[in-house]
């Protein structure tokens, strides 16, 4: 099974902005060279993308995030947008992640092409990480998410407490509201345990206008903050 090999976690917290949608907003945030950005391609979402995504620095990673799409879906997005890994944000079974991946491996397998899947699961005041098992094998990132009423992007952090007791290997993606207004917590969790398989922060409502547009400027201070004050792994 071919897998983007990325298991192991960057050095210092690497940066996922999600949520992205408008093209000048696009290449404005990618200019900041976070080491992700996240295009959701489920249209109920208010931060849908509807335009062509324009062309970007290649180091900056694109991840498509989808909700219960077919892997035919998945890899034609995939291949019309240029996209670097996929986001499963719905309630996809450890099954629908090997369909993904198998799908995947009989159109690129050939071509040792990688590609990033991450599982993205949402906690509420509990989590039964033992469910994570069933992922391991089809996944290179699991994505923690605060429960709310939308898949994602509900902007309110959950308790981090629940990861102390993290079982797998997999690194993982830690979400749910995090913004400047957390930066004294999550420089606290980053030295704990807790955060051992921490690979990624990722960011969408806390950083947005009205518009739901990203705040570059804010996204440049916590960009420094987490290259300066976050240097802990």
Same mark, same amino acid.
């Not at 892997?71 to 890994?85: A, C, M, S, V, Y």
């Given at each position: 099974?071919?897998?983007?090999?990325?298991?192991?976690?960057?050095?210092?917290?690497?940066?996922? *902005?999600?949520?992205?949608? *408008? @093209?000048e907003n696009i290449s404005a945030v990618a200019a900041l060279k976070p080491n992700f950005l996240g295009f959701i391609f489920?249209? @109920? +979402?208010?931060?849908?993308?509807?335009?062509?995504?324009?062309?970007?620095? @290649? +180091?900056?990673?694109?991840?498509?995030v989808f909700v219960k799409a077919t892997?035919?879906?998945?890899?034609?997005?995939?291949?019309?947008?240029?996209?670097?890994?996929v986001q499963l944000h719905g309630?996809?079974?450890?099954?629908?992640?090997?369909a993904i991946r198998e799908a995947w491996e009989k159109e690129n397998g050939a071509n040792?092409?990688?590609?990033?899947?991450?599982?993205?699961?949402? *906690?509420?005041?509990?989590?039964?990480l033992s469910s994570l098992a069933a992922y391991e094998a089809y996944c290179d990132y699991f994505l923690f998410d605060?429960?709310?009423?939308?898949?994602?992007?509900?902007?309110?952090? &959950? +308790?981090w407490e629940?990861?102390?007791? !993290?079982?797998?290997?997999?690194? !993982? &993606?830690? +979400?749910?509201g995090i913004g400047l207004g957390q930066t004294n917590a999550l420089a606290k969790f980053l030295k704990s345990d807790a955060s051992k398989m921490c690979a990624v922060i990722d960011v969408n409502s806390t950083f947005e206008k009205e518009d739901y547009t990203k705040n570059t400027q804010d996204l440049n201070l916590f960009i420094n903050?987490?290259?300066n004050r976050f240097s802990t792994k």
């Open positions: 099974m071919i897998h983007a090999n990325l298991h192991t976690p960057f050095e210092t917290p690497a940066l996922k *902005v999600c949520g992205m949608r *408008v @093209p489920w249209e @109920p +979402s208010k931060r849908f993308i509807q335009n062509p995504i324009p062309l970007i620095d @290649p +180091s900056v990673q694109k991840i498509g892997p035919d879906f998945i890899l034609k997005t995939i291949q019309e947008n240029d996209l670097q890994g309630g996809e079974t450890a099954q629908d992640c090997k040792n092409t990688p590609l990033i899947l991450i599982k993205a699961f949402s *906690v509420a005041d509990q989590f039964d605060t429960k709310g009423k939308l898949p994602g992007g509900n902007g309110f952090t &959950f +308790s629940i990861l102390a007791q !993290y079982p797998s290997n997999t690194p !993982y &993606f830690l +979400s749910g903050a987490l290259k």
